[in-house]
């Protein structure tokens, strides 16, 4: 039988009776080893064991890495585990976070749970990388999920403290439930806390209510701040409005400052509230504000807020359509600069014939200075309201102009608003972009009409432009046709 030539996985199988039934670790060593070298993954992490225990052989943990590292490389995936914690404490070898945190990486990204908590651990704490909390969560929540107890708890910790993510307690309180019941100590420890703390606000949500309602503004705020602290909206309201009845230089800013809290917490009563605030104030900015405010409310449910945003959208549809007709006025007989002003303010209130004009007045320099960024941001306000004659100006405005690939992808993004709408010329345009009918203004440009080059889409754009009555699609498609026909006839010169 000595012409049979053992394999890679028959040394390990021998070995590995050597190992066991017999335990001369020095020949199954020396088998692994012969079994490793030829590529065996089972074998190279076995090789890393006995060296690092010292097994057949004297302790050496510089051998007992390589051989993890091979048997990870080929996919063991205890090689990763270990070559994670061997580079995490300098076992052996020069101490390496970032080499520990790529080994246990690819073990959490196989699943083991202990690799995803160390993981977690590493983000958290910025080792072998730079903190990144988020990612912390995210392994902490993956461990947590397969039932790992300490992770459950560290799920806990990053929600009670918003780390990485909202502050939320009643989540923290479910993961030290879930890391309790496995017998943490620490999870119960923050239970009890958690426990003692509600007991608390209670106690001063009670006595503060209470005072409130009888009127003692002053006596109630202190108890009220105390919960509102805590993050509960319902408080967080409260004190909002206990501030509006205190005589105080700061109550408005105070108010406001709850309010907010509250509403961003999702209270409806507290975002109705804020708008009436807001639009007290009299001013764009916060009757912009007051609009938010209200929009959020009304979504809710709150027929104030609906009533309230109805009055406000209808005031400013008066007071934008008189801006307007005004600029209007002046424009028509070509008095641009003095068409601007009255423009602007209609565009502001969100007219949106008066922000297409303020656009072509900045972008073509009419009367003004020529403000091509301000003309673009005009033009895409009128055409972000989904009109379809102003998404195709957009268009336009970008193909005018056009001097880099991010024009050619605005250009290109506006045609095709607009020629889903069943805009012809943005249709026409949108066809002869696709087949780089349009000429380029430079290098980079021409190149991003390389990258979107198709002549299926170019001919659908054409062919639809032509049946809504765009007199040069017709000639757009000749000339393609045209074009077509040569390549064809180089193709068969050169035998292609």
């Given at each position: 039988?000595?012409?049979?030539?053992?394999?890679?996985?028959?040394?390990?199988?021998?070995?590995?009776?050597?190992?066991?039934?017999?335990?001369?670790?020095?020949?199954?060593?020396?088998?692994?080893?012969?079994?490793?070298?030829?590529?065996?993954?089972?074998?190279?992490?076995?090789?890393?064991?006995?060296?690092?225990?010292?097994?057949?052989?004297?302790?050496?943990?510089?051998?007992?890495?390589?051989?993890?590292?091979?048997?990870?490389?080929?996919?063991?995936?205890?090689?990763?585990?270990?070559?994670?914690?061997?580079?995490?404490?300098?076992?052996?070898?020069?101490?390496?976070?970032?080499?520990?945190?790529?080994?246990?990486?690819?073990?959490?990204?196989?699943?083991?749970?202990?690799?995803?908590?160390?993981?977690?651990?590493?983000?958290?704490?910025?080792?072998?990388?730079?903190?990144?909390?988020?990612?912390?969560?995210?392994?902490?929540?993956?461990?947590?999920?397969?039932?790992?107890?300490?992770?459950?708890?560290?799920?806990?910790?990053?929600?009670?403290?918003?780390?990485?993510?909202?502050?939320?307690?009643?989540?923290?309180?479910?993961?030290?439930?879930?890391?309790?019941?496995?017998?943490?100590?620490?999870?119960?420890?923050?239970?009890?806390?958690?426990?003692?703390?509600?007991?608390?606000?209670?106690?001063?949500?009670?006595?503060?209510?209470?005072?409130?309602?009888?009127?003692?503004?002053?006596?109630?705020?202190?108890?009220?701040?105390?919960?509102?602290?805590?993050?509960?909206?319902?408080?967080?309201?409260?004190?909002?409005?206990?501030?509006?009845?205190?005589?105080?230089?700061?109550?408005?800013q105070q108010s406001v400052y709850w309010y907010k809290?509250?509403?961003?917490?999702?209270?409806?009563?507290?975002?109705?509230?804020?708008?009436?605030?807001?639009?007290?104030?009299?001013?764009?900015?916060?009757?912009?504000?007051?609009?938010?405010?209200?929009?959020?409310?009304a979504a809710q449910g709150?027929?104030?807020?609906?009533?309230?945003?109805?009055?406000?959208?209808?005031?400013?549809?008066?007071?934008?359509?008189?801006?307007?007709?005004?600029?209007?006025?002046?424009?028509?007989?070509?008095?641009?600069?003095?068409?601007?002003?009255?423009?602007?303010?209609?565009?502001?209130?969100?007219?949106?014939?008066?922000?297409?004009?303020?656009?072509?007045?900045?972008?073509?320099?009419?009367?003004?200075?020529?403000?091509?960024?301000?003309?673009?941001?005009?033009?895409?306000?009128?055409?972000?309201?989904?009109?379809?004659?102003?998404?195709?100006?957009?268009?336009?405005?970008?193909?005018?102009?056009?001097?880099?690939?991010?024009?050619?992808?605005?250009?290109?993004?506006?045609?095709?608003?607009?020629?889903?709408?069943?805009?012809?010329?943005?249709?026409?345009?949108?066809?002869?972009?696709?087949?780089?009918?349009?000429?380029?203004?430079?290098?980079?440009?021409?190149?991003?009409?390389?990258?979107?080059?198709?002549?299926?889409?170019?001919?659908?754009?054409?062919?639809?432009?032509?049946?809504?009555?765009?007199?040069?699609?017709?000639?757009?498609?000749?000339?393609?046709?045209?074009?077509?026909?040569?390549?064809?006839?180089?193709?068969?010169?050169?035998?292609?």
């Amino acid at each position: 039988m000595g012409w049979f030539k053992k394999t890679p996985r028959d040394l390990y199988l021998e070995a590995g009776w050597y190992y066991v039934e017999k335990r001369n670790y020095r020949q199954a060593l020396a088998l692994y080893q012969e079994a490793a070298s030829k590529g065996e993954p089972s074998a190279q992490f076995q090789c890393g064991w006995m060296y690092e225990h010292g097994e057949g052989t004297s302790v050496d943990k510089a051998r007992a890495l390589f051989w993890y590292e091979e048997s990870a490389r080929n996919g063991i995936l205890q090689g990763m585990i270990n070559c994670g914690r061997m580079y995490s404490k300098g076992d052996g070898v020069d101490k390496d976070e970032a080499k520990s945190l790529k080994w246990r990486l690819e073990a959490a990204q196989r699943g083991d749970a202990v690799a995803q908590y160390n993981c977690g651990f590493m983000y958290g704490h910025g080792k072998g990388t730079k903190e990144d909390k988020e990612q912390a969560l995210y392994w902490y929540q993956k461990a947590a999920a397969q039932g790992k107890a300490s992770a459950q708890y560290m799920c806990g910790l990053y929600c009670e403290y918003g780390w990485g993510t909202k502050k939320d307690e009643g989540k923290a309180l479910e993961w030290y439930e879930k890391s309790a019941a496995q017998g943490d100590e620490d999870a119960k420890k923050k239970i009890k806390a958690f426990q003692a703390r509600r007991e608390e606000r209670e106690l001063y949500w009670n006595r503060g209510i209470a005072a409130w309602n009888e009127e003692r503004y002053e006596e109630a705020l202190p108890d009220l701040l105390k919960v509102a602290e805590t993050g509960d909206a319902q408080a967080q309201f409260f004190c909002g409005n206990t501030y509006l009845r205190l005589p105080r230089e700061d109550a408005f800013q105070q108010s406001v400052y709850w309010y907010k809290k509250s509403a961003e917490g999702g209270n409806m009563y507290a975002q109705e509230c804020l708008g009436y605030l807001y639009a007290g104030q009299k001013t764009e900015e916060h009757e912009e504000k007051a609009i938010d405010w209200f929009q959020k409310a009304a979504a809710q449910g709150s027929e104030g807020a609906r009533e309230e945003l109805d009055k406000i959208l209808k005031k400013r549809r008066v007071k934008s359509e008189l801006c307007f007709q005004q600029g209007q006025a002046a424009y028509n007989r070509e008095h641009y600069g003095e068409a601007l002003p009255d423009l602007l303010k209609a565009a502001r209130l969100g007219h949106v014939q008066a922000q297409g004009l303020s656009g072509s007045i900045y972008f073509f320099g009419q009367g003004v200075k020529r403000d091509r960024t301000q003309g673009l941001y005009w033009m895409e306000k009128a055409a972000e309201q989904g009109n379809a004659v102003h998404q195709n100006l957009c268009g336009e405005l970008y193909l005018a102009d056009c001097m880099s690939a991010q024009d050619v992808k605005r250009a290109l993004y506006w045609f095709e608003k607009a020629a889903v709408q069943g805009h012809a010329q943005a249709q026409f345009r949108l066809g002869c972009m696709y087949y780089h009918l349009e000429e380029a203004e430079n290098e980079e440009v021409g190149e991003e009409y390389n990258r979107i080059f198709s002549v299926e889409k170019a001919k659908k754009w054409l062919n639809l432009a032509r049946q809504n009555g765009q007199e040069e699609a017709a000639e757009a498609l000749m000339k393609i046709e045209l074009i077509d026909k040569k390549l064809q006839c180089i193709d068969s010169i050169l035998g292609r």
